[in-house]
C-alpha cells in the first residue's frame, strides 16, 4: 500500500526536497506541494495520509486549520516543520492532534525513519524540538501563580509585548495587564526588573 502525502509550506525550495526525498522512499508517494494553507484547502479533493505542513510561530490563526483539516479527513497524520521552537505552538499543535514536529533546519531528511517512529510509538519529535519541551520542565516556577499566570510570566521574561503575549496566548490586552497586576500583587513587586530578578534566581 502506497501513502499519499501532501506538503504545505510557502518556502518551495524546501517542498521539492521534501518531496524528493519522500518519492524516493518505500511505499510513500507525493504528487501535491502547496504553497498556503488556503491553496490546499481549496484544492485538495481526495484524502491523504499524510500532510507535512510548514508553520511558524506568527502564524497562529493555523489553528484553526489543522483542527478543519483532520475533521475534513480524520484518517489523515499531520506532521509540523518548522524553524520556529515555540513552546506554546508545539503544546497546542499536539493538542489538536498533530503526531510529530520537524527541526525545518536541521531535518536529516530520513523520511522512512519518521513514519516508522510515527507507526510505532504515535509521535515523532526532532531532538531540537524535544529540547525545548524537556526545557520547559526544568524551568523554575513562582508557586502562588495561577498556570495563565505562569504563561503570561514566561512570555514577558521571552520578551514578549504585552500584545505579543495576548496574542500567543489568545487573551485581549487588558486581560494581560489584569495578570501582569495580579502577578506583581502577588509576589510584592511593581517593575519587570524585579519580575526577573524573582525569575532567575
Known amino acids: 500500500m502506497v501513502n499519499k502525502v501532501v506538503i504545505i509550506d510557502s518556502d518551495i525550495s524546501f517542498s521539492q526536497r521534501i518531496k524528493k526525498q519522500i518519492n524516493n522512499s518505500i511505499n510513500l508517494s507525493c504528487d501535491a506541494t ?3 494553507l488556503e491553496e490546499f484547502l481549496q484544492t485538495l479533493v481526495t484524502p491523504t495520509d499524510l500532510i ?6 506568527k502564524d ?8 478543519f483539516i483532520l475533521n475534513k479527513y480524520p484518517n489523515s497524520k499531520i506532521i509540523i ?12 499543535s499536539f493538542e489538536l492532534g498533530v503526531v510529530g514536529f520537524i527541526d525545518k533546519l536541521n531535518f536529516n531528511g530520513n523520511i522512512q525513519e519518521l513514519l516508522d517512529t510515527v507507526s510505532a510509538y504515535g509521535v515523532y519529535i ?22 495563565r499566570e505562569h504563561e503570561v510570566v514566561q512570555g514577558i521574561l521571552e520578551g514578549y509585548t504585552y500584545l505579543q503575549v495576548a496574542q500567543k496566548y489568545f487573551i485581549t490586552i487588558d486581560t ?8 506583581y500583587k502577588k509576589l510584592n513587586i511593581n517593575s519587570k526588573a524585579q519580575l526577573f530578578k524573582i525569575y532567575r534566581k
Open 34 to 36: 502547496f504553497f498556503s
Open 81 to 92: 516543520h518548522t524553524s520556529d521552537y515555540d513552546l506554546f505552538m508545539i503544546e497546542k
Open 126 to 147: 526532532s531532538p531540537a524540538i524535544a529540547k525545548v519541551i524537556t526545557d520547559s520542565f526544568k524551568r523554575f516556577k513562582i508557586p502562588n501563580l495561577t498556570d
Open 176 to 183: 494581560v495587564r489584569s495578570h501582569i497586576k495580579n502577578i
Open 60 to 67: 497562529l490563526f493555523q489553528y484553526n486549520y489543522i483542527t
Open 52 to 57: 507535512f505542513m510548514g508553520i511558524e510561530k
